[in-house]
Every structure is written in structure tokens, then in C-alpha cells.
């Protein structure tokens, strides 16, 4: 692997084409104006942020996405941000001239790195709105995308198109994962968060386990979560709010969110183990929370997005006795972040 101290935000492969074109750091300049000043609106911040990129400064400035705590701007050194995408080649064995997808908002971490993956590793990047349904009316093959899940649900079809694709943003149902996991194409679920420089980890949606990218060193704290340690990417470990089982150095399984557990009459819940029992059981999106109860502290409801339905009371056999919902409830439609994330509790007290 070459290592970071050769390449700076300076260097260029001189392999990298945009949309089809070679281009050096002066052509980037001049493309980056262009986007600004004449560009259609998804352009905008990517032409912000190849000059942002490409100046004297030694870091980016990015809007954490809430992942660890409250958002908040953060600085994230581009020696770092080179790190990561080099890590990120060496794990999913990406090569120079390899195609890549651009279809996420330049906006957020993941549509900024993949800019700065496809300078450093020397990919054949384009560039298309970031928009619901991606691969639309497009016949190219790749050998890399990202996606977030709204649009691997609205891609299934066309994803014969692309070799390998790695999915973030927001968690892949468990439906989603079903219809995903016997395709031709390669998808990882990948784990990670802006403080991160997007993903340190990444699963086959075939598999249980994350594995862990290239020098990231993991561990559990005493409340059972997630903490990281990447000191290529990050000064300080990052300690996560993420409830893990850890396999070995390397793999770890997600359970679910420490802000998600339900304390029911004392006993507490993991909703998306819950949620994980149930999958393919329910017709529709779903999930399990826990609601203000006089008597429990906390009720755990079972909330179903779509008209209502009929619910056939065995499919809860599966559960332990205190993980069985006392309540279901239907909405219409379920209240997310911009990325995808389910609000669980203002989907239900709203």
C-alpha cells in the first residue's frame, strides 16, 4: 500500500477521469468554477468541494451527522481523509481505472469521500444526480458505487450493472437485505460515521459480522459498545453509542442502539434484535420502540408503516416472552432523516 506521507490533496492519479475526461488538479479548478457558477444544483457542492480540496488548507470542514452526539462542525485532516480512501482500496481491492458511481449528495461525508477515493485511487468517476432512482436510463457498467438503501430499493432491477456496491447512510432493512443478498452484485453494508471518515467496517449482506477495514483496532466499553481506534484517521478513540457483540480483533455484530433500548418493567430490550427476529414475517416496513407507560416505565409497541393489516399473532412465537409487543400501530408513513434513518420516536408521538 503506498503510504499516505507520498500522496497529499495535491496529487492527482493519473488515472482519475471525470465523466470520462483525464483531468489534473488546474482542470479540477477550472471544473470546480464551472459547477459553481453554471452547474446544475447537485454540482454546486461538488464543485465547493474540489476547491475546498484542492486549496492550501490541511482540512475539511464537515457537519457531523449526529451519529456520536448533537451535530456539530468538525475538521477532518485530508491526510486523514487520503488515509481512509486508501484503506478503503486495499479492503474491497479497487484498481486504478476501475468505474465508479457518484450518485450520493456532495453535501454529506459519504458523497465527499467518494470524490477524494476516485483522486487518490485513480478511478473512472461519474458523476449523476443524486436522486431516488440512480441507475435510470443508465445502461454503463461499474465496478463501484455507493448508495444509500432508498436507492438500492429503487435499483434492484439495474444493479446487474454494477460489480461491487457498498451501502451506507442509513441501516439496510432486513427485507431490503433478502432481496439483495442472492444478487450477482457484491453489496457490503458498511458501518461508520463522519468522525470516522466514513465507514471503518463493512459486511456482505449475505454475512453476519462487519469486518474491519486496514489498521482500525476495536474494542467494547462498559456500557457494551462499539469504541474505535483508526490512529491513521483519527487522534482520539471513537466511542459510539452502538451495542456490539465482538467476535475477534477484526469482526464484530451489530446489535443495535444503545438510545434504542427499551426498559420495559425493568427488563431492557434491544429493538433491532427484535426487529431482526421478525424479519420477512410483516408485510411492509416495521419497527419495534418503546413508548411512556404508567405501569412498565416503558411500553414496547410494534409500529407498521401502510394501511392496516392483519396481523397473525403467531408470527410473535418466535420472541421471548418480554419481547413480545403490547401494542401495534399503523402509520401512514414513517418520519426519516434526510439520509434515510427512521425517526423512531417522533414517527410515534407525532
Keep these: 500500500m503506498t503510504t499516505t ?55 475539511v470542514n464537515i457537519t457531523t ?5 448533537t451535530p456539530k462542525e468538525i475538521q477532518l485532516p485530508k491526510q486523514a481523509m487520503i488515509a ?26 459519504a458523497g465527499k469521500m467518494m470524490i477524494v477515493r476516485s483522486l487518490i485511487l485513480g478511478l473512472d468517476l461519474d458523476f449523476v444526480n443524486p436522486s431516488a432512482k440512480p441507475l435510470d436510463k443508465n445502461t454503463t457498467v461499474y465496478d463501484f458505487a455507493a448508495m444509500v438503501p432508498l436507492q438500492v430499493q429503487n435499483s434492484i432491477s439495474a444493479l446487474k450493472n454494477v460489480k461491487k456496491m457498498i451501502v451506507g447512510g442509513a441501516a439496510m432493512s432486513p427485507e431490503l437485505i433478502e432481496k439483495t443478498k442472492n444478487l450477482k452484485t457484491e453489496i457490503y453494508e458498511t458501518y461508520g460515521m463522519t468522525e470516522t471518515i466514513t465507514h471503518v467496517a463493512a459486511r456482505r449482506v449475505s454475512e453476519k459480522y462487519f469486518t474491519v477495514l486496514p489498521h482500525i483496532q476495536i474494542h467494547k466499553d462498559d456500557r457494551g459498545c462499539l469504541v474505535i481506534e483508526a490512529p491513521s484517521i483519527t487522534d482520539s478513540a471513537v466511542v459510539t453509542n452502538d451495542l456490539v457483540d465482538i467476535a475477534n480483533e477484526n469482526q464484530f455484530l451489530f446489535l443495535g442502539r444503545i438510545d434504542n433500548v427499551v426498559n420495559s418493567g425493568g427488563v431492557k430490550l434491544i429493538p433491532e434484535v427484535i ?30 408503516e401502510g394501511v392496516q393489516q392483519e396481523i397473525d399473532p403467531t408470527i410473535f412465537d418466535i420472541l421471548d416472552k418480554y419481547e413480545k409487543p403490547k401494542e401495534i400501530r399503523f402509520v401512514t408513513k414513517f418520519k426519516e432523516t434526510e439520509n434515510g434513518k427512521i425517526k423512531r420516536k417522533e414517527t410515534v408521538l407525532n
Excluded: M
Design 65 to 69: 451527522s449526529g451519529t456520536t452526539g
Design 5 to 59: 506521507q507520498t500522496i497529499t490533496n495535491k496529487n492527482v492519479h493519473n488515472k482519475f477521469k471525470l465523466n470520462g475526461f483525464h483531468l489534473n488538479a488546474a482542470d479540477l479548478s477550472r471544473v470546480a468554477y464551472s459547477y459553481i457558477k453554471e452547474g446544475d444544483d447537485f454540482e454546486r457542492p461538488i464543485g465547493e468541494f474540489l476547491l475546498d480540496w484542492l486549496d492550501q488548507k490541511s482540512y
Design 84 to 109: 481512509s480512501a486508501l484503506a478503503t482500496g486495499d479492503f474491497f481491492g479497487l484498481q486504478p481505472g476501475d468505474k465508479a458511481l457518484h450518485c450520493l449528495s456532495a453535501d454529506f461525508i
Design 275 to 304: 426487529e431482526s427476529k421478525l424479519s420477512g414475517k410483516i408485510n411492509g416496513r416495521f419497527f419495534v420502540v418503546g413508548i411512556p407507560d404508567n405501569t412498565l416505565g416503558e411500553k414496547l409497541i410494534l409500529v407498521i
